[in-house]
């Protein structure tokens, strides 16, 4: 795992790692018990907030987002302040407030025992009575395999898959106003995205495969109402196409 944010305790270390978990990118915080026990020694940047390196870049832009907003937040405190202190000291207790209420919402966890074996195969997280994240086990071996989480609409925004029941999520959904809008997996698990399917208001409009290794050849296939309709292929990895196929109603070569 990578260190995408280092702060200065770890009640900050935990407010950023629920930002990202309303992301869908889940974490963990190291080092929160470090500040305790280093006496009279400067304890800043000790406790990290960690990523998997496939969710490092875009932790990093909803963390820059919401020091973006932070900034805004300050300087209009700032001009507050020149108003007279009641009106900062009022912002800065609304603020806290709204910082504590969102650390510490409760979080329930409900599900469903699909098979009857007397284990949950499906779990529904909610915190403060909504709906963040569900977690599925497809083939019953007692391990979540498919996760999807929710935005503040409760729209499904991003999803995982662990395809092969490995242990290992390969494939990434992302969803646009409750719609598929791209797939992303690394079906080889060398760490790159080898198999890319883009949808259009959730239909698949086109698939993108590349080589394996030191493979350098790419596929790109077209789909119309989800059917197979056309395909272009870079036979040589030169970086072009040169290979192109229609396909019938049956999916079968013109």
């Known amino acids: 795992m990578r260190s995408v944010y280092e702060a200065s305790n770890a009640l900050e270390a935990h407010m950023i790692l629920n930002l990202l978990e309303q992301e869908g990118i889940t974490g963990r915080v190291d080092g929160e018990y470090l500040p305790g026990g280093v006496g009279e020694l400067q304890?800043?940047?000790?406790?990290?907030?960690?990523?998997?390196?496939?969710?490092?870049?875009?932790?990093?832009?909803?963390?820059?987002?919401?020091?973006?907003?932070?900034?805004?937040?300050?300087?209009?405190?700032?001009?507050?302040?020149?108003?007279?202190?009641?009106?900062?000291?009022?912002?800065?207790?609304?603020g806290g407030g709204l910082m504590f209420w969102a650390y510490n919402m409760p979080v329930t966890r409900h599900g469903i025992d699909i098979n009857g074996d007397g284990v949950l195969d499906e779990k529904r997280v909610y915190r403060n009575n909504r709906l963040i994240r569900t977690e599925v086990d497809r083939?019953?071996?007692?391990?979540?395999?498919?996760?999807?989480?929710?935005?503040?609409?409760?729209?499904?925004?991003?999803?995982?898959?662990?395809?092969?029941?490995?242990?290992?999520?390969?494939?990434?959904?992302?969803?646009?106003?409750?719609?598929?809008?791209?797939?992303?997996?690394?079906?080889?698990?060398?760490?790159?995205?080898?198999?890319?399917?883009?949808?259009?208001?959730?239909?698949?409009?086109?698939?993108?495969?590349?080589?394996?290794?030191r493979d350098s050849r790419k596929k790109q296939q077209k789909f119309r109402m989800g059917k197979l309709v056309s395909a272009e292929y870079d036979s040589d990895g030169d970086g072009g196409f040169d290979t192109e196929y229609e396909y019938d109603y049956f999916e079968e070569v013109k």
């Not at 909803?62 to 001009?79: Q, S």
């Not at 007692?142 to 242990?167: C, M, T």
């Not at 969803?175 to 797939?183: A, R, S, V, W």
């Open 139 to 213: 083939n019953f071996d007692g391990k979540a395999d498919a996760v999807y989480y929710f935005d503040r609409r409760g729209l499904i925004k991003v999803a995982e898959h662990d395809d092969n029941f490995d242990g290992v999520y390969e494939t990434r959904f992302k969803y646009t106003d409750g719609m598929k809008d791209l797939q992303e997996s690394d079906l080889n698990q060398d760490g790159n995205t080898d198999f890319r399917a883009s949808f259009k208001f959730g239909n698949l409009d086109e698939v993108v495969i590349t080589g394996e290794g």
């Open 43 to 94: 304890a800043i940047n000790l406790v990290r907030v960690m990523v998997d390196e496939p969710d490092f870049e875009r932790a990093r832009q909803v963390i820059r987002d919401w020091e973006a907003i932070r900034v805004v937040e300050e300087e209009t405190m700032a001009r507050q302040r020149s108003g007279g202190i009641s009106v900062f000291v009022f912002g800065l207790a609304i």
